[in-house]
């Protein structure tokens, strides 16, 4: 029998809550029993499921990770970037949840909860789901779910009843959003408001989303404040050298430079360190710290690095990298947001190279969004450097290009709905 509709949230809000919650149960059991529903589930929640099925995750009963412990929970929360933002959040967010019955859920980017503050009656429900400081929420632990499916597809995400792939959540609704940091793209975690099942608000998801998106707006007025202390800090060292230099914040954002034309942001190795190192975008650099950053001095007679390979490394679901391996300056690492992620995926299929229009057609499905693609990809050249070609778009014929993938098609780049992505995963389903 053919699904004649798809679900979306309008129609589940305008249904009563009871008839909601049983016809995603039978749409749920059909999907597990591999039979055709009658109604299709949300593309977000199908493909959600999908990955579940190919993990392993027992949609019948639930798993619960350890516990963090009182001091590993203590020392995530001090490092964690969310803590800034936390007393925006509780003022945002808490009255609000309190008053609904629901709470306020904040994890980290490896879906351990980090912050629960709520409805008493509500946070004593949590703890009976295992829904408590420490614990593990990421989808392939507990499956699908507001708080491990928004980490996965990097959107906000609301998840009613039996959505939720494992059944001894079905009693509630979660609705999530990611938090990014505006500093350089990391996913930092996910604010999260969770109830019973009849406490469920369509317009709760869009609050949640906004009090998200402010939250970011406030790292980003940090991060200009930042930014001008080190300037402050910089400039007068910067004036008394000569040749190149630089000095960058410890995301590579530049705060001041001499020599050399300005560039709002170079990028980095994931680990950075005082001495020597090797950028794509400047060659060698002596390498010396700055109170909030580092000052990095061009070689005027550098030894171009002989790259051999290029490992483009999208086997996670939420974190993706590029090394370059070679030369007398060694190796080199740079994490990659999702877009770029999805850009040097597609050319690494492509290694006689790929125009922008057809770039445009695989990311987009319109070859007419050119200057996207060319924005984005002057971005990659920032780091990349003559690794990556142009007219076409490529690889260099003498770097050995590889790739590593996950080891389900559904995990390749999850986020992604680039239509070139989503035929990749399908091409390799068994």
């Not at 906004?210 to 790292?219: D, F, I, S, T, Y």
């Not at 360190?273 to 090797?278: D, E, L, N, Q, V």
């Not at 006689?352 to 057609?361: H, I, M, N, P, W």
């Not at 389900?408 to 992505?421: I, R």
Request: glycine share 8%; charged share 25%.
């Amino acid at each position: 029998m053919e699904a004649t509709s798809t679900l979306d949230l309008a129609r589940i809000s305008t249904m009563d809550r009871t008839q909601a919650a049983r016809l995603l149960a039978s749409v749920r059991h059909a999907a597990l029993a591999g039979q055709q529903p009658r109604v299709s589930p949300r593309p977000v929640i199908e493909e959600s499921w999908e990955r579940m099925l190919l993990g392993g995750v027992d949609p019948d009963r639930d798993f619960r990770s350890r516990l963090l412990g009182v001091e590993e929970l203590e020392e995530r929360r001090r490092t964690s970037p969310l803590v800034e933002i936390m007393p925006m959040l509780r003022d945002a967010l808490v009255s609000v949840a309190d008053a609904a019955h629901h709470i306020m859920v904040v994890c980290d980017a490896d879906g351990r909860v980090l912050w629960r503050e709520g409805h008493s009656t509500v946070l004593r429900k949590a703890d009976s789901l295992g829904f408590e400081l420490g614990a593990d929420w990421s989808e392939g632990v507990v499956g699908t779910n507001g708080i491990g499916t928004p980490l996965v597809v990097r959107r906000p995400v609301h998840v009613f009843s039996a959505e939720h792939f494992v059944e001894t959540h079905h009693a509630w609704t979660c609705m999530g959003s990611p938090i990014i940091d505006p500093r350089d793209g990391r996913l930092l975690g996910v604010v999260d408001i969770s109830g019973p099942l009849n406490t469920m608000h369509p317009a709760t998801l869009a609050l949640v989303d906004a009090v998200a998106k402010l939250a970011e707006a406030r790292l980003r007025e940090s991060h200009v404040t930042a930014l001008d202390r080190l300037r402050s800090v910089a400039a007068p060292v910067l004036a008394r050298l000569q040749g190149r230099a630089v000095a960058v914040d410890t995301r590579g954002w530049t705060a001041a430079v001499t020599g050399m034309p300005h560039t709002d942001r170079l990028a980095l190795p994931r680990s950075m360190a005082a001495g020597r190192t090797w950028l794509p975008s400047l060659g060698t650099c002596a390498v010396e710290p700055l109170p909030g950053g580092w000052l990095l001095r061009v070689d005027e007679d550098p030894q171009p690095l002989a790259a051999t390979r290029v490992i483009l490394d999208v086997s996670g679901p939420r974190r993706w990298s590029v090394t370059v391996e070679g030369g007398g300056a060694g190796g080199w690492t740079h994490e990659l947001s999702p877009r770029h992620a999805e850009l040097l995926y597609l050319l690494s299929a492509h290694r006689k190279g790929r125009s922008a229009s057809g770039l445009a057609d695989d990311m987009f499905g319109d070859p007419a969004r050119t200057v996207t693609v060319r924005a984005e990809l002057s971005r990659v050249r920032r780091y990349l450097g003559d690794l990556l070609a142009h007219r076409p778009y490529r690889f260099p014929e003498d770097v050995d290009v590889r790739v590593i993938l996950p080891e389900h098609p559904a995990n390749l780049l999850p986020h992604s709905t680039a239509p070139a992505v989503r035929e990749a995963r399908r091409a390799a389903e068994p």
